[in-house]
């Protein structure tokens, strides 16, 4: 990196290329004052805001490693920018001279052709140019299409459409196909804006602590950078690669009845995983869960739940639960906590309560380190771990109110709204670590920020809806994956088939095998009844889905010696196990912007059906590389699309014809 200062402004270079550019007639600082309104619904946000200033900070006076930007050469700093190089990469740290500001812009030169990636978990677009993405953890919403009557109906009935923006995961942190990476520490709203032409621009409803550009000589250098920088997960527990995680409630007898079937119809189980493990309640939705994280408090559903724990890990299996940062008002835990005062408070100094749909809760204050310690020892300790339970659903980490709310370490929930994720991670992460389960325990979350990888070893699409919807059915997945992948999060999965079923949106049978056969080409294959169990299909519902569920456990098992090896490259390296094809073949700009295809680790190429009623699909193999067909054994030459047969069964994967693993590969049609 090379600092180029002239009159009133300067560069940085990187060899030959231009990262940053600040000068007078083109400045690439501004500061303002804006009062914003954001109310939350159910995990849902209204988000306006009433600009009242933008200050272009043209003039840059540089004083060593300081430069002090003003509107002009004789007018006071009105923000310092510190920057630091180091090798190939720089750093700015920031400091306004006027409390007042509360707006920030940066522009990062852009170029007409450029791609761009990452800002956390995108459902919608992978590349992100062309668009700007506000970053706000929230619900993602229900269709996610403001064209489609589910939406519609969403946001008539409960302000819960969302938009394709919207995401439980945001980032503010990208990725350019110039081979740099750029990442702005704040926790406050963002919004990055990729629309221009000739700039990226970057704006925070404050400002920053810093600006971190990071650049590469590969893409999965950059990738290695940046999961070194936000914290690597740990390699994910032999017990997982024994088969799906079945997600199966109802209750004792309904849970392991079904867990029997399964297993006599040959399905491979690596875990039972029952949300209501601690009771449940009817609402509007659906069912819903008792949120008072306790079995000995709710023993009804399931009376004997400690010994069928033992009886399942004498067979292998693990058993896995549910818990969310929340204690119902109606429930044991409540008082408790309350009494102890490790429930965040209103501005009236009483319990905060938040609606969560018919119910109400009260949230454990994340920011008093003696609330997170009580949550970790009470709940995810004695009340879990000591009981057996090996890895849950953290749910629920982005509904921390921005109104209404005091924290114990005393700053605005608007700005620890986005950093609640973490905190939540982090609760989890101390409690498995004190119990010296981590590497064996297996939490997974939807909700993230900037630090979730340090402590999340297990990502989960969110609720998409049980449909093939463009922007919130199947589809979606593969590009979550994909983008919280660039930014170091080596494992992500799904429910099989979807979740959120609404105003008679329901669940096929064939919508839930092409969901399954994607998942068996994936970390962590897991099923979900949805919100409405008995309105939708399930795995167990006919003889034919029993057996291709099963065959896709089988392909998921043989698979194991492979995602193994790609789980050891994840904690050395921070190496996402789906990958996307850019990663690998940075030759070819046709990888760039697809994000309905994957690698699955370097050397296999999955391109799931996402369409209902098809026989036969379409996928790209890339350039400088021979392909083989898996099912068919059929090696094709790289560099073109190709329309092969797919019926159910057989999903469109492919592996490089020369790899050191292709007889594990070439196995796979015969199972």
Known sequence: MQLIAFDGGFEIRHDTQQLFLHKAGSPAFFVGCGIEKIEMYRGNFDIEDYLESRIALTHARIEGNRIALSTAPDQTALLTATLKIDGDDFKFTFETHDPRLNRFWLRLPAQKQEHVWGCGEQMSYFDLRGRHFPLWTSEPGVGRDKSTEITFKSDVTGKAGGDYYHTNYPQPTFISSRRYAAHIETTAYADFDFRHEHFHELQVWAVPDALEIRSGKTFLDLVSKLSERFGRQPKLPEWVYKGAILGLKG??????????????????????????????????????????????????????????????????????????????????????????????????????????????????????????????????????????????????????????????????????????????????????????????????????????????PLLWAGDQSVDWSRHDGLVTVISGALSSGMLGNAYHHSDIGGYTSLFGNRRSK?????????????????????????????????????????????????????LKQLSAEAADKGYPVQRAMLLHFEHDPETYANQEQYMYGPDLLVAPVHKPGVAEWTSYLPAGEDWVHVWSGRKITGGQRITLPAPIGQPPVFYRAHSRWAELFSELAAL
């Not at 994936?522 to 889905?545: I, L, W, Y």
Request: glycine residues 8%; hydrophobic residues 40%; contains cysteine.
């Open 510 to 562: 064939e919508l839930f095998e092409r969901w399954a056969e994607m998942a068996a080409f994936t970390p962590v294959m897991r099923t979900h009844e949805s919100n409405r169990p008995g309105e939708n299909f399930q795995f167990d519902h006919d003889a034919a889905t029993l057996a291709h569920f099963a065959r896709m456990t089988r392909i998921y098992c043989h698979l194991a010696p492979y």
């Open 251 to 456: 209750g004792e007898t309904n849970t392991f009845t079904r867990l029997d079937n399964a297993l006599n119809h040959g399905i491979k189980v690596s875990a039972v995983w029952s949300e209501d493990w601690c009771g449940l309640r009817q609402t509007s939705f659906g069912s819903r869960l008792f949120w008072d994280w306790s079995w000995q408090d709710h023993q009804a559903r399931y009376p004997n739940l400690p010994q069928k724990i033992r009886e399942l890990e004498a067979r292998g299996i693990a058993f896995m639960a549910y818990a969310t940062p929340h204690l119902c008002s109606d429930g044991a835990l409540f008082p408790i906590a309350e009494e102890k005062g490790y429930l965040a408070l209103d501005d009236s100094g009483k319990t905060a309560l938040v609606d969560f749909g018919e119910f109400h809760c009260g949230i454990i204050d994340l920011t008093l380190p003696e609330a997170a310690q009580w949550y970790g020892d009470t709940v995810i300790r004695k009340n879990m771990l000591e009981m057996g339970i090996k890895g849950w659903m953290a749910d629920f980490g982005e509904y921390l109110p921005t109104d209404n709310v005091r924290l114990a370490n005393g700053v605005d929930a608007k700005l620890m709204h986005n950093a609640w994720p973490v905190l939540w991670a982090k609760c989890n992460a101390d409690a498995v670590e004190a119990a010296g389960q981590t590497g064996e325990a297996l939490y997974f979350m939807r909700a993230g920020y900037t630090g979730t990888q340090r402590y999340c």
